[in-house]
């Protein structure tokens, strides 16, 4: 953690906000590309314009959530930022639909995971999102756990 955070969740919730729209972005362009079998920069402007359109709505609709999320007591969470970001991954994803294009083929493991992630956009860890989310992501966690684990022992629970 640096210094010009107190805490994990604030540090974690910073490199969400510079790091959300852009991964959304980036993840929808390199689909569309995949689908149209050219570089992402090939794209009908039509589609370009679509994809940042929806990626900066999807960013604007999940950050507030994940800020909400870490200002929670740890006690009270019942799911995970990543939680969030693979939301919204997949909500994100109704922008390919719309453009008609085809889902990919996805494992047995991938459509029992996420059974709705039909373009593969679901981030499996920090890193999915951003490298710069690895450090403040994995922090946050065990900030977490040892946040529960000490109420717990005051408790007397453990």
């Given at each position: 953690?640096?210094?010009?955070?107190?805490?994990?969740?604030?540090?974690?919730?910073a490199?969400?906000?510079?790091?959300?729209?852009?991964?959304?972005?980036?993840?929808?362009?390199?689909?569309?590309?995949?689908?149209?079998?050219?570089?992402?920069?090939?794209?009908?402007?039509?589609?370009?314009?679509?994809?940042?359109?929806h990626?900066?709505?999807?960013?604007?609709?999940?950050?507030?959530?994940?800020?909400?999320?870490?200002?929670?007591?740890?006690?009270?969470?019942?799911?995970?930022?990543?939680?969030?970001?693979?939301?919204?991954?997949?909500?994100?994803?109704?922008?390919?639909?719309?453009?008609?294009?085809?889902?990919?083929?996805?494992?047995?493991?991938?459509?029992?995971?996420?059974?709705?992630?039909?373009?593969?956009?679901?981030?499996?860890?920090?890193?999915?999102?951003?490298?710069?989310?690895?450090?403040?992501?994995?922090?946050?966690?065990?900030w977490?756990?040892?946040?529960v684990?000490?109420?717990?022992?005051e408790?007397?629970?453990?």
């Open positions: 953690m640096t210094d010009q955070f107190s805490s994990p969740p604030e540090h974690l919730a490199v969400l906000e510079a790091v959300v729209e852009p991964w959304l972005h980036r993840s929808l362009l390199r689909a569309a590309a995949r689908h149209h079998q050219c570089d992402p920069d090939r794209l009908a402007p039509d589609l370009r314009e679509a994809i940042a359109a990626a900066r709505r999807q960013a604007a609709e999940v950050l507030p959530q994940i800020t909400g999320l870490l200002a929670t007591d740890v006690d009270a969470q019942r799911h995970n930022p990543l939680a969030l970001l693979r939301s919204a991954a997949i909500a994100a994803g109704e922008v390919l639909e719309r453009y008609g294009i085809a889902p990919v083929v996805r494992d047995d493991f991938e459509v029992r995971a996420f059974p709705t992630d039909h373009y593969r956009l679901v981030p499996a860890s920090w890193v999915d999102v951003d490298p710069s989310l690895q450090d403040p992501g994995i922090t946050w966690g065990a977490k756990a040892a946040q684990l000490h109420r717990r022992r408790e007397g629970l453990r």
